[in-house]
């Protein structure tokens, strides 16, 4: 097996096995964790208090102990967040933010404040007016409430240096990100959609430092071999929350497409933004939320998102968009007839597939992605 | 002499005006904002811009049973079918604008309070980009402490001062302070008499058949910043009043057996179906959680605690905070039961309710049902269904009632 492959084996398996490679990321670098709720959290106060942010993005779980707080039209991400969290699987955790981004997520701080208290639960808000400087100065003293509670927790104060540090570790993860997710349109076959996707995965249950560097080993790796044929292949942009269950991009694979960039909350939402090089590291992390757009999480008076798949398509001279409409995820639910309008005026082709993260059946969703792909060959 | 009209008349009246008024202002050319129900409507009625409430529009379209056409329409533009069905019927509204219901007229201007929710964020989001207005974001974060912080105070009030600069920007107008502290007064005020109205229903009988409530809602969002708005809450209170003194119920012909609290929203294209099972089983809703959502109340000129108000609303409020406050009603207006509304609109209240309905009965004891609806979708609600549930409480209530009533007598 050449380098690449087993770099990309090994980073696709922590992916795939959440828990173990959280727990093997705890045990080699002896740190704490903390779990982080999406969509986006202070990560790098974390990492600065020398804890592992892990991220909470639901799972396969699937039972009736959540039923207990929420009816049957709630998101299945925090279905099964909630389940896990009643069945002891996050006890590991030394605590967990909870963001409240959305009604659900305000719903979740509180009955989790009653189902979990052992988690040692920390709600925040991140402003919507983020771009006016009171917003900013909210979101500072968020961040610096958080930072408390990440002390008394860790038992460590956190230094102001250790935040810059932090911050230039995340500003280094992001752009080595960036630059792996360009590389999948020349090596089609490596990075199967599904492989991308695990990869990027993997970011949420590793130490950030040692992930980055992973990755980074991988794209050097990858620069040495000679690029794939794409002859043929239909290049792909995911917008949506998350591309889960996974067996969806196997599909899109088995039916010869190529995810070549992706606006998904889970992938690259995270990391197509870098912190500003401007004052101390709180304000470079507030700034950077500040900056962001095109996100269904954070207000956009001028809603650019789908100006901005317009552009992420010419970019990467896509073929198409498939937006993964997460059931019951309204905010996301909100965005795609403004999306569906722009793309069509653009004559940008596009699918929409609603999916539900523990869905056992994706057959209907197998003849409408193969239908697609007929129709864009 | 002329008669002395009664406060439903004048309610009619000036929900007619409210209207008229702003399809007039709109054919003068003057702006309009479209505004969400517990925004700080003050600075626009200091601004003499004329506010219309698309969630009360969208209540009407429901109640007037025109919610179906709108709400194909959105889902046919892509809305999923499990989004908030006021947005779906605005957001078509905004496309068709011709309703038998009422009219609007369409916005110059968005004018958004995410103390109600998150969704409406999204939604009046969609309306600026699809019309091409500038919207005015105001954002009270989340209370997951009990009070409301000092952070979050001056994050508001920052906010409302922001508001300040571009509203003049838009308008090139300047603010005028004076009259905003006549408003900010007059709002205040009519806070305070639509609570102290509502609160009659604590006598009993209750002089109040609670529904009504859901009628004069429309007054006290659209026109809380008016003297006329202030008028008719204190004729609305008097009427009250003098039933009270008689020792008058809700109803002409029936007798009020039970007293209950409607939580969340009313299912408004089935008002009439569902207020006659209740009627039927002499079941009286005394009070909701709307009473308190608009007592938004702060001293003349005091733009912080006008911030803490707007904080203030249960729904923005923790879940401690609003079991609390159910409790408080519970006791206050000495209710037999609560109908919990499981609203397949708005996820902000349905995914508190189990919890809270578990709390709210171990304090008080209170029996209490919960049923599947919404607000203005009228596929999402089965009248059999609802009376089976109402079956359900009176059977509960009536256990009770033999066993020496609920734990706060
Ligand atoms: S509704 Fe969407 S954003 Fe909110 S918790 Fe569910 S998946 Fe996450
Ligand atoms: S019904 Fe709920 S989701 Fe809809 S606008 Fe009102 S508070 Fe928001």
Redesign the pocket.
């Known amino acids: 097996m050449s380098k690449a492959m087993s770099l990309i084996s090994e980073l696709a398996y922590a992916g795939q096995r959440p828990k173990d490679s959280i727990l093997k990321a705890m045990n080699e670098t002896g740190k704490k964790s903390v779990g982080c709720?999406?969509?986006y959290t202070p990560e790098e106060l974390i990492y600065a208090a020398e804890m592992l942010p892990v991220g909470m993005w639901?799972g396969q779980t699937v039972g009736t102990l959540a039923d207990r707080y929420l009816q049957g039209f709630?998101?299945?991400?925090?279905k099964a967040n909630t389940e896990q969290a009643l069945l002891g699987q996050y006890d590991f955790l030394s605590a967990v933010i909870v963001t409240a981004?959305?009604?659900?997520?305000k719903c979740?701080i509180e009955n989790w404040k009653i189902a979990s208290p052992q988690l040692n639960l920390i709600p925040m808000v991140y402003p919507q007016n983020r771009k006016i400087p009171a917003g900013k100065e909210y979101l500072r003293d968020e961040f610096l409430r958080v930072k408390k509670e990440l002390e008394r927790i860790s038992g460590k104060k956190i230094t102001d240096q250790e935040i810059q540090k932090s911050v230039d570790l995340y500003d280094e993860y992001r752009r080595t990100m960036q630059e792996f997710s360009d590389l999948v349109k020349d090596y089609p076959d490596m990075l199967k959609a599904k492989t991308r996707h695990l990869i990027l995965k993997a970011s949420y249950f590793m130490d950030k430092r040692i992930y980055t560097e992973k990755v980074r080993e991988l794209i050097l790796e990858l620069s040495k071999l000679p690029r794939e044929n794409a002859f043929g292949r239909k290049k792909i942009i995911l917008s949506g929350?998350?591309a889960e269950p996974d067996g969806i991009l196997d599909i899109m694979t088995e039916n010869g497409m190529v995810v070549v960039a992706d606006d998904l909350?889970h992938g690259a939402r995270q990391f197509r933004t870098i912190a500003p090089d401007t004052g101390d590291g709180l304000n470079r992390m507030v700034e950077r939320v500040a900056m962001q757009d095109g996100c269904?999480?954070l207000y956009d008076e001028k809603k650019t998102r789908a100006a901005m798949l317009i552009q992420m398509k010419e970019k990467y001279q896509a073929d198409a968009v498939i937006v993964c409409q997460?059931k019951?995820?309204?905010?996301?639910e909100f965005d795609y007839p403004i999306i569906k309008k722009e793309l069509e005026g653009a004559g940008i082709p596009s699918l929409y597939i609603e999916i539900e993260q523990q869905m056992d059946s994706l057959e209907q969703l197998r003849t409408r992605i193969q239908s697609f792909s007929e129709m864009l060959a | 002499m002329e008669h002395q009209k009664t406060s439903k008349q004048l309610l009619g009246e000036l929900l007619d005006k409210h209207y008229a008024d702003a399809l007039h202002a709109k054919a003068e050319g003057k702006p309009v904002a479209w505004s969400t129900s517990i925004a700080p409507q003050e600075l626009l009625e200091t601004m003499g811009i004329h506010a219309v409430y698309p969630e009360n529009h969208a209540a009407a379209i429901g109640a007037r049973k025109h919610a179906q056409e709108f709400i194909n329409h959105s889902e046919g533009k892509g809305y999923s079918v499990d989004i908030c069905s006021y947005a779906r019927v605005n957001l078509a509204y905004m496309d068709i604008q011709q309703c038998e219901a009422a009219n609007i007229p369409l916005p110059d201007l968005i004018f958004c309070c995410n103390n109600i929710c998150n969704t409406v964020i999204k939604w009046y989001e969609n309306i600026a980009k699809e019309l091409n207005v500038p919207m005015i974001l105001f954002d009270p974060p989340f209370n997951h402490e009990y009070e409301i912080s000092d952070q979050n105070v001056k994050y508001i009030k920052a906010q409302i001062l922001h508001a300040i600069t571009r509203l003049e920007e838009i308008t090139g107008q300047k603010f005028d302070y004076d009259r905003f502290r006549e408003v900010m007064k007059i709002s205040s005020e009519t806070s305070r008499w639509w609570k102290k109205a509502s609160l009659l229903a604590c006598a009993k009988p209750s002089p109040l058949n609670g529904f009504e409530l859901f009628n004069y809602m429309a007054i006290i969002v659209c026109m809380r910043g008016t003297k006329e708005g202030l008028e008719l809450f204190k004729l609305w209170h008097d009427e009250l009043q003098e039933k009270k003194e008689k020792g008058v119920g809700p109803w002409k012909d029936g007798e009020e057996k039970y007293r209950v609290m409607w939580d969340g929203i009313a299912c408004w294209p089935y008002l009439g179906d569902t207020y006659k099972v209740l009627k039927k089983y002499g079941i009286n809703m005394v009070t909701s959680t709307y009473p308190d959502s608009w007592y938004i109340v702060y001293d003349e000129n005091d733009l912080d605690g006008m911030a803490r108000a707007y904080s203030s609303n249960y729904v923005n409020r923790n879940l401690a905070f609003g079991t609390d406050n159910i409790i408080g009603i519970v006791k206050d207006f000495q209710l037999d039961g609560i109908i919990y509304h499981s609203n397949r609109s708005c996820?902000l209240m349905d995914f508190r309710q189990f919890e809270v309905q578990r709390k709210v009965e171990a304090s008080t004891g209170v029996s209490s049902v919960i049923f599947d609806g919404d607000q203005t979708d009228p596929r999402a609600f089965s009248l059999a269904q609802f009376e089976t549930r109402i079956q359900a409480l009176v059977e509960m209530m009536e256990a009770k009632k033999r066993m020496g009533g609920a734990f706060y007598e």
Do not use: N, Q, R, V
């Open positions: 709720f999406p969509i639901g709630c998101c299945s991400i925090m981004y959305c009604d659900t997520l979740m929350l998350i909350a269904a999480f997460m019951f995820c309204d905010p996301e | 996820k």
